[in-house]
């Protein structure tokens, strides 16, 4: 291992001592650390070092209900709620890295910057989770944006309200949705989605079609936006 990412990986397993205080279990040599919140929800922090040795901090929420409603309807594995990387959680909304290369005052003020998000930004959303019908209410009314930070959001979250919720309800989200971002209603008809009784959920006409998709799928109307 070069020095430079041994000096990375090791920056990251000397917050195992903070993360395991707020229940997360260690993972993957020290990069990947776990929590199950519940009996359906796992909330992940992985740390990835890059070719050019940044850290680059991923979360992630799966849920065990979300899977099997993909499995049941769908024959897909995922149960993948949310994935971000850390930036995009933050006021900042940006790609976030740090290289601390092999200095002892970068290092220590990676540790610090996260640390602070962690409690700032990452815990608290993870929090939400715990009252999973409020978080639903809450996607729906913010337009399937998972913060108030989201100013564009890329992917319908219409796992999440199906699997937990009514038709009626992903209705509610999808027509939300559609009116903060036309472009996509602009893919849809371009594609004809709405026109479509078949689909084929293994092809992607468009970043984030296999949601509309299965929102089709499932009795949900793509096309009600004028």
């Known amino acids: 291992m070069r020095p430079e990412k041994e000096f990375a990986v090791t920056a990251c397993k000397e917050l195992e001592e903070k993360l395991s205080m707020y229940g997360f279990k260690t993972l993957s040599k020290g990069l990947l650390f776990k929590r199950k919140l519940n009996r359906d929800i796992i ?14 901090v991923h979360i992630s929420v799966t849920s065990e209900i979300v899977k099997q409603w993909n499995k049941d309807n769908f024959e897909d594995e995922s149960g993948i709620m949310v994935t971000k990387q850390l930036g995009y959680l933050t006021p900042f909304q940006n790609w976030k890295t740090w290289n601390i290369m092999k200095s002892e005052i970068a290092k220590k003020q990676f540790k610090e910057e996260f640390l602070y998000q962690i409690e700032e930004y990452i815990l608290p959303f993870f929090e939400k989770f715990n009252n999973i019908n409020l978080l639903i209410e809450e996607l729906i009314e913010n337009n399937g944006s998972w913060t108030n930070y989201d100013k564009k959001v890329q992917v319908l979250p219409i796992e999440t309200v199906l699997s937990y919720k009514t038709v009626e309800d992903g209705q509610r989200l999808l027509n939300n949705f559609l009116k903060g971002n036309v472009t996509y209603l602009k893919q849809i008809r371009k594609h004809k989605l709405h026109e479509m009784i078949e689909f084929n959920f293994t092809y992607s006409e468009f970043f984030g079609a296999i949601e509309f998709k299965k929102a089709s799928k499932k009795g949900l109307t793509l096309n009600e936006i004028s």
């Open 43 to 56: 909330q992940e922090i992985a740390f990835q070092i890059t070719s050019h040795f940044d850290i680059i």
